[in-house]
């Protein structure tokens, strides 16, 4: 659009102009000119595409082990260390929206510029000029003419690949100054244009309103936060494109970072309507934490994805429901979504229900004889920290690298592809792949010698092993026969190797007792 064509703008309040500070909001930090195809990383900080470092494929990941997951790079900016996958890295729609906007909107008046014989005489600042000397005439400090105002050179400046990120510039005068405004009357006049333009993409495709806390997806689709984070309360995919994202769903600041330059763009361009904003969803959640208060069914040790049944008898109901508040009460527990009820005449009925997410209760009470508390939810770490928790566990120097199965998916040549431990010493540093080998590959043998805890009524009610490593834990739970104090301990991890590795400490145990059985060692 034209931001000649833009409706007027009386009822814009445009920012102060400071021309550089402008343009540098939309350069990129490494090639410094403004951005072409801009990447935003999960660092939260943007980049063009061309920038991405060379890419290598990593070791020491077995899990998830997805072909999209394997090459990665490290980060090339100086403030962030970490190794971001290169599938996490999509183009950024909206930066890339508005960052077409400017560029396009600068275009135009440095057109309209020439036609009005408007031109401005800026150099890049430099040490001179901290000295407090005149500037320098030669090399990059050079002053140059350029058609436009302030805001168009400076633009133009950068466009040319002539003005770092960091550097700042000196304007020396204008031979011809716009006609009956002043540099700055005249550059607010034509950003608040460019402003009202920019305001449509700024919207969050959720709830409609701008952008609040703007958090991008690998795919490149930027949300407000909390909207986000409902959208993951029931979907793993991005509501706009449908990729399955790979983020932690609980979208903690520390591990999913805001979009710093949509962030700074905001704060620029719509500080007084960011605040309103603020405001809003501060009252909006202080009202929703107001009726937090949930009853809670105290009953049996429960995982997501698995079956628990339930018998509801009222007397017995209200005798547990006393109980509940003593010591044995536990702070976490299982969401359950019930899938089918029976109701009998005598007030009692079965309860069919399948685990949907774990929680940690924050505060309870009793209220009229119910427990009540208010509770957070519980999830695991992203995929990328899950990768990385176990490459600094298995160790990048161990000789693991990655070829691709018969299945489809990637699985460690070499290093440590152990199936088997002696010691719970040894599981910490097996591959999450070897780790879910161990633990199938005893399963498999239990089946096979017939033990009263592998039935058939059993699998009919929880299914037969599973072969994802996220499911299998809570599958071995729910079967195997040990105490529920053990099985508890699922429930507050945050990585599937870490169930993984608890489902193998369970498994040496019992293999050690058999052991001593049969060795007849144990009295």
Same mark, same amino acid.
């Given at each position: 659009?034209?931001?000649?064509?833009?409706?007027?703008?009386?009822?814009?309040?445009?920012?102060?102009?400071?021309?550089?500070?402008?343009?540098?909001?939309?350069?990129?930090?490494?090639?410094?000119?403004?951005?072409?195809?801009?990447?935003?990383?999960?660092?939260?900080?943007?980049?063009?595409?061309?920038?991405?470092?060379?890419?290598?494929?990593?070791?020491?990941?077995?899990?998830?082990?997805?072909?999209?997951?394997?090459?990665?790079?490290?980060?090339?900016?100086?403030?962030?260390?970490?190794?971001?996958?290169?599938?996490?890295?999509?183009?950024?729609?909206?930066?890339?929206?508005?960052?077409?906007?400017?560029?396009?909107?600068? @275009?135009?008046?440095?057109?309209?510029?020439?036609?009005?014989?408007?031109?401005?005489?800026?150099?890049?600042?430099?040490?001179?000029?901290?000295? @407090?000397?005149?500037?320098?005439?030669? @090399?990059?400090?050079?002053?140059?003419?350029?058609?436009?105002?302030?805001?168009?050179?400076?633009?133009?400046?950068?466009?040319?690949?002539?003005?770092?990120?960091?550097?700042?510039?000196?304007?020396?005068?204008?031979?011809?100054?716009?006609?009956?405004?002043?540099?700055?009357?005249?550059?607010?006049?034509?950003?608040?244009?460019?402003?009202?333009?920019?305001?449509?993409?700024?919207?969050?495709?959720?709830?409609?309103?701008?952008?609040?806390?703007?958090?991008?997806?690998?795919?490149?689709?930027?949300?407000?936060?909390?909207?986000?984070?409902?959208?993951?309360?029931?979907?793993?995919?991005?509501?706009?494109?449908?990729?399955?994202?790979?983020?932690?769903?609980?979208?903690?600041?520390?591990?999913?970072?805001?979009?710093?330059?949509?962030?700074?763009?905001?704060?620029?361009?719509?500080?007084?309507?960011?605040?309103?904003?603020?405001?809003?969803?501060?009252?909006?959640?202080?009202?929703?934490?107001?009726?937090?208060?949930?009853?809670?069914?105290?009953?049996?040790?429960?995982?997501?994805?698995?079956?628990?049944?339930?018998?509801?008898?009222?007397?017995?109901?209200?005798?547990?429901?006393?109980?509940?508040?003593?010591?044995?009460?536990?702070?976490? @527990?299982?969401?359950?979504?019930?899938?089918?009820?029976?109701?009998?005449?005598?007030?009692?009925?079965?309860?069919?229900?399948?685990?949907?997410?774990?929680?940690?209760?924050?505060?309870?009470?009793?209220?009229?004889?119910?427990?009540?508390?208010?509770?957070?939810?519980?999830?695991?770490?992203?995929?990328?920290?899950?990768?990385?928790?176990?490459?600094?566990?298995?160790?990048?120097?161990?000789?693991?690298?990655?070829?691709?199965?018969?299945?489809?998916?990637?699985?460690?040549?070499?290093?440590?592809?152990?199936?088997?431990?002696?010691?719970?010493?040894?599981?910490?540093?097996?591959?999450?792949?070897?780790?879910?080998?161990?633990?199938?590959?005893?399963?498999?043998?239990?089946?096979?010698?017939?033990?009263?805890?592998?039935?058939?009524?059993?699998?009919?009610?929880?299914?037969?092993?599973?072969?994802?490593?996220?499911?299998?834990?809570?599958?071995?739970?729910?079967?195997?026969?040990?105490?529920?104090?053990?099985?508890?301990?699922?429930?507050?991890?945050?990585?599937?190797?870490?169930?993984?590795?608890?489902?193998?400490?369970?498994?040496?145990?019992?293999?050690?007792?058999?052991?001593?059985?049969?060795?007849?060692?144990?009295?």
């Amino acid at each position: 659009m034209d931001p000649s064509e833009a409706p007027p703008a009386e009822s814009w309040k445009p920012p102060a102009v400071h021309a550089r500070d402008i343009v540098r909001i939309f350069q990129c930090r490494l090639c410094s000119v403004p951005y072409r195809d801009a990447v935003t990383l999960p660092c939260g900080r943007s980049i063009c595409k061309s920038c991405l470092p060379e890419s290598h494929a990593r070791t020491s990941i077995t899990y998830p082990a997805l072909p999209n997951r394997i090459q990665a790079f490290q980060c090339p900016l100086p403030d962030c260390t970490k190794e971001h996958v290169l599938d996490d890295c999509g183009v950024d729609v909206i930066l890339n929206k508005v960052a077409s906007i400017v560029g396009g909107a600068m @275009g135009h008046y440095q057109a309209e510029a020439v036609e009005l014989r408007q031109s401005t005489s800026i150099a890049v600042e430099g040490s001179w000029d901290k000295a @407090g000397i005149g500037p320098s005439e030669s @090399g990059e400090h050079r002053p140059r003419t350029i058609s436009g105002t302030r805001l168009v050179a400076t633009w133009t400046l950068a466009a040319d690949g002539a003005l770092k990120f960091d550097a700042g510039v000196v304007y020396l005068g204008s031979p011809s100054p716009p006609a009956g405004e002043t540099f700055a009357e005249y550059d607010a006049k034509a950003l608040s244009k460019v402003q009202e333009v920019m305001r449509t993409e700024m919207d969050c495709q959720i709830c409609y309103a701008l952008f609040h806390d703007p958090l991008t997806t690998g795919c490149g689709h930027t949300f407000c936060r909390p909207c986000l984070h409902r959208i993951l309360d029931h979907s793993r995919y991005c509501p706009i494109c449908r990729r399955k994202l790979a983020i932690n769903s609980l979208l903690k600041p520390s591990s999913c970072p805001s979009n710093e330059r949509i962030t700074n763009i905001i704060q620029t361009f719509w500080k007084d309507e960011m605040m309103a904003r603020q405001e809003a969803v501060a009252a909006e959640r202080a009202a929703r934490h107001q009726d937090l208060d949930v009853p809670l069914f105290v009953c049996t040790l429960s995982f997501p994805m698995m079956p628990t049944f339930l018998h509801i008898f009222e007397p017995r109901y209200r005798l547990m429901i006393r109980r509940a508040g003593d010591a044995h009460f536990h702070e976490l @527990g299982t969401l359950l979504r019930i899938v089918n009820a029976q109701f009998y005449p005598d007030g009692r009925s079965l309860i069919e229900t399948v685990g949907l997410s774990r929680f940690r209760v924050g505060h309870y009470g009793q209220l009229d004889g119910y427990i009540v508390g208010r509770t957070e939810r519980i999830d695991d770490v992203s995929l990328e920290e899950e990768e990385a928790i176990e490459a600094a566990e298995v160790g990048y120097d161990s000789g693991v690298g990655a070829e691709e199965g018969h299945d489809g998916r990637y699985y460690a040549d070499g290093g440590d592809s152990r199936e088997d431990a002696q010691t719970e010493g040894d599981l910490d540093t097996m591959t999450t792949q070897s780790l879910m080998q161990f633990a199938v590959g005893f399963v498999t043998r239990m089946r096979d010698q017939s033990v009263p805890w592998l039935t058939e009524r059993m699998l009919a009610i929880y299914g037969n092993c599973p072969d994802d490593p996220a499911i299998f834990p809570w599958w071995f739970a729910s079967m195997l026969p040990v105490k529920d104090h053990e099985k508890y301990r699922l429930l507050e991890t945050s990585s599937v190797r870490d169930r993984l590795k608890i489902c193998g400490s369970w498994i040496i145990e019992m293999e050690t007792v058999r052991w001593s059985l049969n060795g007849c060692t144990i009295l």
